[in-house]
């Protein structure tokens, strides 16, 4: 905390929390060296490709304990952590005409085009700067939503791509950029 406040006084720079609804997600492929590096570059532009999304829900992370009971000691019970679980990624967007490429990723599986990518989620400030990142590993679909029709309604259609991964980790911005600077946070 003693870095933060000093770089607040010294640069004017406001340190709120961001909103939530400026953030960019963008994946690239995993199947191979070949196509992740050409998918890397592709996802400069991966929130257009795929089509931007105006919700990311499953940024979650849970410690599982198992809990033991030892003779004599009635009272209480003992709790030993055990693994991480992740819980799964739910991206929703607007219907697109020109992208279906969320079904067409899910639908690809039963053609045998099986497909895993790497992501990132950033939460940008109001500066449109990254606040908070986090990655995920080896992602696949395992559940697309179509729109819900109601001719009574006046919402946006939308959609939902339910993701199932191996890993979700949060990176930490200032701690990165600090030890660019060669400053220790």
């Known amino acids: 905390m003693t870095l933060l ?4 006084s010294a640069t004017g720079i406001r340190l709120d929390p961001p909103l939530n609804h400026n ?3 963008t994946m690239a492929n995993t199947s191979s060296v070949g196509s992740a590096i050409s998918s890397a570059a592709l996802s400069v532009l991966g929130d257009v490709l795929f089509g931007g999304f105006s919700e990311v829900s499953g ?7 198992e809990k033991r009971h030892e003779g004599g000691r009635n009272g209480t019970e003992l709790r030993f952590p055990t693994r991480i679980t ?69 919402e946006v259609a939308v959609e939902k791509l339910e993701l199932a991964h191996e890993g ?15 400053v220790n946070v």
């Not at 406040?5 to 607040?8: G, K, M, R, S, V």
């Not at 979650?60 to 304990?65: E, F, G, L, N, S």
């Not at 400030?125 to 696949?140: E, I, Q, S």
């Open 5 to 8: 406040n000093p770089l607040a």
């Open 86 to 154: 992740w819980t799964n990624l739910t991206l929703t967007r607007g219907v697109s005409r020109i992208s279906q490429s969320g079904w067409d990723w899910l639908t690809g599986f039963a053609d045998g085009k099986v497909k895993r990518m790497d992501g990132l989620i950033m939460l940008l400030d109001a500066h449109h700067l990254p606040h908070n990142v986090w990655t995920f590993k080896r992602a696949f679909p395992v559940k697309f939503t179509g729109p819900t029709m109601n001719a009574l309604g006046k």
């Open 59 to 65: 940024l979650d992370v849970t410690q599982v304990d």
């Open 23 to 25: 953030f960019v997600v």
């Open 168 to 182: 979700l980790w949060q990176l930490s911005v200032l701690k990165e950029g600090a030890s660019l600077l060669g």
